[in-house]
């Protein structure tokens, strides 16, 4: 080859174009709602070509510092690291909406057991990320000869590097500083919906401007004079000191015992499909509970265990990476176990699991719980899926539990009925008809089925133990199961069974043997959970309303819920009101970063 040129580099063009096709293809994946389809997109802002060139440009420029062979070797190594780069966002979005960060690195050990959960994200249009490698190796394979006298060209590099870099600079400057843009268009700020970002910057400089917010984040945060003001102020507005109503203290007394359930979506409660009663022990208990039937999950990239964050600290979890891993030391003088240990409660944290996965175990001690017993405690007698079998540890559960003085706070977590829904044939209970039994939809149903009847019999074993009469059992699930993972897939057989969609909501459940059922339609999620069964086992509103973001669904004149995507679901259309409520989001992100609620 004469020149050693962009213009002579067959293979750098072809890997041009073949980026910047597959850059837009993941665009518009990501601005439809599942990250499936290209149909219904929604952007939030004029997508800026450009800057999709300016990193295209600076990533292959590269390339250029390789001679001979190795410079078309390069070009393909590039689009393969970026493919995998494409893809692992792609599947992350699927199911949690948003996307990889930096700060994810530290929470690889999660990803034990895993494999089939993060596979079952594939769908078929994902070959198209791929395709373009084996063609490009084709290419190189033709045309290898050309490259043999290929020489490193810095010129190139330079051109390719160094004007995009002053491009991007400057429109970072027009459209960040000068506010110059189109409506709403931003590029290095940070956003609620990381798919702007996403979409102003490409994969590449999302993950570089990830990287630099990772930096800046690892300093502590700390809250200015005039922040602390605003965050008092705001919380005391939100605050509603009600007179006190018939559900103060309507409990006192009695062992509190918290289930999170694994994928517990709230459209299984008393639904019934091929005359099949997918939850009969949940349903049951609804004779002695109070129900929240309009109650929704706001867990963010932390999913079970930003779960178990939100029902115990009354905070939502980070706007970036998972809390229970950057923040495990944080303490919170008003968590839930702190509240039940004034009031003179025993406080203990049980998983299936090990106490590394999601740093659980240490962020749940910090937490205040003052014993908490990982699955190195419990006999491994029977695995499914991902860990022991929910049957096996809800039956050490109650024994445990027994041992325990009175008044408890016992706080655990579920794991059988986790994606991608596998129950062995011989523990499957229901009998659906074929078609249903195949999909996604039927193996969700069957293992929301398995773990129902576990409930059912720990409840049992509660009774036979004598506890049952003096505790109250809560149920609420972690986060939604199968419309996270395959709402796709999921939506055509749906309609057949006349299942709605579940936009977000998953069951609450307060049980007592001596409670009147009732169904409250107050619209909730998991951040209320914390004040509401405070209010029942009567702590005094000082010792929670001040320091939850949440607030008591037993005394509330307000009817709503922001998702961790930042979106209100509730019955106002005033926009101060609604943007009031928003701003929970921050001031719970700049309180965790703080460790402001520590004393
Ligand atoms: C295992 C399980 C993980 O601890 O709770 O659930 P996930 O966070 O993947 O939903
Ligand atoms: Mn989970």
């Given amino acids: 080859m004469e020149n050693s040129n962009i213009n002579s580099s067959k293979i750098f063009k072809f890997n041009y174009a073949f980026i910047l096709l597959k850059t837009i293809l993941f665009i518009l994946l990501i601005s439809s709602d599942k990250g499936t389809s290209i149909y219904n997109l929604t952007f939030h802002s ?106 490193k060209n810095i010129s190139s590099f330079l051109l390719l590097s160094l004007i995009p870099t002053l491009y991007l600079g400057y429109a970072h400057y027009k459209i960040d500083i000068l506010d110059k843009g189109y409506s709403n268009q931003m590029l290095f700020k940070r956003s609620w919906a990381q798919n702007q970002t996403m979409a102003s910057l490409t994969p ?8 630099y917010n ?49 994928s517990l979506e709230n459209f299984v409660i008393k639904l019934k499909v091929d005359g099949e009663e997918i939850t009969p ?80 175990l240490n962020s749940l001690k910090s937490i205040g719980f003052e014993e908490c017993y990982d699955v190195s405690y419990f006999n491994i007698d029977e695995v499914i899926g991902l860990g022991l079998s929910d049957k096996s540890f809800l039956k050490q559960l109650s024994s445990l539990l027994t041992k325990q003085p009175t008044p408890f706070y016992s706080f655990s977590i579920t794991l059988t009925s986790h994606s991608p829904f596998f129950i062995p044939e011989e523990l499957k209970e229901l009998n659906l008809s074929p078609k249903l039994e195949e999909s996604k939809l039927g193996k969700y149903l069957q293992s929301i089925r398995y773990t129902d009847s576990q409930i059912g019999e720990f409840i049992t074993n509660l009774d036979k133990e004598g506890l049952l009469d003096s505790s109250i059992l809560v149920i609420y699930g972690d986060h939604e199961g199968v419309h996270k993972f395959f709402s796709d897939e999921i939506s ?108």
């Fill in 46 to 151: 004029m997508p800026p070509i450009m800057v999709y060139l300016a990193f295209i440009s600076i990533y292959l420029s590269f390339s250029f510092l390789f001679s001979k062979v190795y410079h078309p070797l390069s070009n393909i190594v590039l689009n393969g690291c970026l493919s995998i780069i494409y893809i692992g966002d792609l599947w992350y979005y699927r199911s949690n909406h948003s996307f990889l960060n930096y700060h994810m690195f530290k929470i690889t050990g999660n990803l034990e057991n895993l494999g089939d959960s993060i596979l079952a994200m594939f769908r078929p249009i994902d070959i198209l990320f791929i395709i373009d490698i084996f063609i490009l190796c084709y290419i190189f394979y033709k045309s290898r000869s050309q490259y043999r006298n290929f020489r």
């Fill in 204 to 211: 590449i400089g999302y993950h570089i401007f990830d990287f």
């Fill in 214 to 262: 990772y930096y800046k984040d690892s300093k502590p945060y700390i809250m200015s004079t005039e922040e602390k003001e605003t965050l008092s102020n705001w919380i005391n507005k939100k605050a509603e000191p009600f007179p006190e109503n018939k559900y103060k203290g309507l409990l006192k007394g009695k062992n509190l015992i918290l289930l999170q359930v694994e």
């Fill in 281 to 360: 022990n949940l349903n049951n208990l609804l004779t002695n509970s109070i129900y929240f039937d309009n109650f929704h999950e706001q867990t963010h990239n932390g999913t079970t265990s930003d779960g178990e964050l939100l029902a115990n600290t009354s905070l939502y979890p980070l706007r970036v990476g998972s809390t229970f891993f950057r923040y495990p030391n944080n303490t919170y003088i008003n968590s839930l176990p702190n509240i039940m240990s004034r009031l003179g409660y025993k406080t203990l944290a049980a998983h299936p699991d090990k106490g590394s996965y999601w740093n659980w």
């Fill in 492 to 599: 055509s057989i749906s309609k057949d069974y006349d299942i709605k969609n579940n936009n977000l909501e998953v069951p609450f459940i307060i049980y007592s043997k001596d409670l009147k059922g009732e169904t409250l339609s107050t619209i909730g999620g998991q951040v209320d959970i914390l004040p509401t069964l405070s209010h029942l086992i009567g702590a005094e509103t000082e010792d929670y309303m001040y320091t939850s973001i949440g607030r008591n669904l037993l005394n509330t004149k307000e009817s709503f819920v922001i998702t961790s995507k930042g979106e209100y679901i509730g019955d106002s259309n005033v926009k101060e009101e609604i943007d009031f409520r928003i701003k929970g989001l921050d001031y719970s992100d700049k309180i965790i970063r703080g460790n402001f609620f520590k004393e």
